[in-house]
């Protein structure tokens, strides 16, 4: 008969045999994909399981992880869900997902992942998703602003270009500049990338800041009280919208005024 120490031994070994075979490999550490086109994450796996689930979560900035999908491994059929899918292979250990008509929104980190015999999960080291705007038309030109309280310090706007640009931060050692970011203007169904850059009038030249067409400061002022017509308030629609009220206001003192009168009839 083994001894006891040497049985436990055997149980460890055996255990963390089964542990080290359970692994998840995504070889994609970044992706990118243009607005409205198909990427693919790929991810392999290991296990020494027969009859196990698969998973591909959703890490945005935020923080918080999100299930998007996930595969049953005895079923032969490929998971789908809303613009998500996975292409299934189970000789091959092979399980990607699939995102159709990517929008801004699905820029995050993406993990694989499946359980142990317990209820623990293995990661895989995730797939950072890059989702570059669907910008129509480019206009590429770079501002110059000044407020007229503080001409010592200049703004330099870069504006209107192509998702494809490479904006070259500008150097100095009070200059500061800020990576692109994208303007969704839902309204207008129409997005425009956008790019700042700001410091002393000494050390930033705007015209020389961003390589592109350069508009002077003397044209554009960065004045708050300067508004454009069309944004001024429609006085018909503010009529109507105080006549409602007004008629809202009228109907509750009339209702309020019936359930006092019943209230008083009751008590007589």
């Known amino acids: 008969?083994?001894?006891?120490?040497?049985?436990?031994?055997?149980?460890?070994?055996?255990?963390?045999?089964?542990?080290?075979?359970?692994?998840?490999?995504?070889?994609?550490?970044?992706?990118?994909?243009r607005e409205t086109e198909t990427v693919t994450l790929h991810c392999t796996y290991d296990t020494s399981n027969s009859d196990y689930y698969l998973f591909w979560y959703k890490q945005p900035p935020s923080g918080e992880m999100i299930l998007i999908i996930h595969q049953e491994a005895y079923k032969q059929e490929n998971a789908t869900k809303d613009r998500f899918s996975v292409n299934f292979q189970k000789p091959k250990k092979s399980f990607s997902l699939r995102i159709s008509d990517s929008r801004l929104e699905d820029a995050a980190m993406y993990f694989c992942a499946f359980p142990n015999s317990g209820y623990n999960l293995y990661f895989g080291k995730g797939t950072s998703l890059l989702v570059t705007p669907d910008v129509k038309d480019p206009d590429p030109a770079v501002y110059q602003l000044r407020g007229p309280k503080s001409s010592n310090i200049s703004v330099c706007l870069f504006t209107d270009f192509d998702s494809e640009t490479n904006v070259q931060q500008p150097q100095g050692p009070t200059v500061i500049g800020l990576n692109s970011t994208v303007l969704d203007m839902k309204?207008?169904?129409?997005?425009?990338?956008?790019?700042?850059?700001?410091?002393?009038?000494?050390?930033?030249?705007?015209?020389?800041?961003?390589?592109?067409?350069?508009?002077?400061?003397?044209?554009?002022?960065?004045?708050?009280?300067?508004?454009?017509?069309?944004?001024?308030?429609?006085?018909?629609?503010?009529?109507?919208?105080?006549?409602?009220?007004?008629?809202?206001?009228?109907?509750?003192?009339?209702a309020g005024f019936n359930l006092l009168m019943t209230l008083r009839l009751w008590s007589c």
């Open 187 to 254: 309204v207008m169904n129409s997005k425009s990338n956008g790019a700042l850059a700001w410091g002393s009038s000494t050390d930033l030249k705007c015209n020389s800041t961003f390589n592109e067409e350069f508009y002077s400061s003397s044209d554009f002022s960065c004045n708050a009280t300067l508004i454009e017509k069309s944004f001024e308030t429609d006085m018909n629609l503010n009529f109507h919208n105080l006549l409602m009220i007004g008629l809202r206001i009228l109907l509750l003192k009339v």
């Open 1 to 33: 008969m083994a001894c006891p120490s040497l049985l436990w031994a055997l149980v460890v070994a055996t255990y963390l045999g089964s542990s080290t075979a359970q692994t998840v490999t995504q070889t994609q550490p970044d992706m990118r994909v």
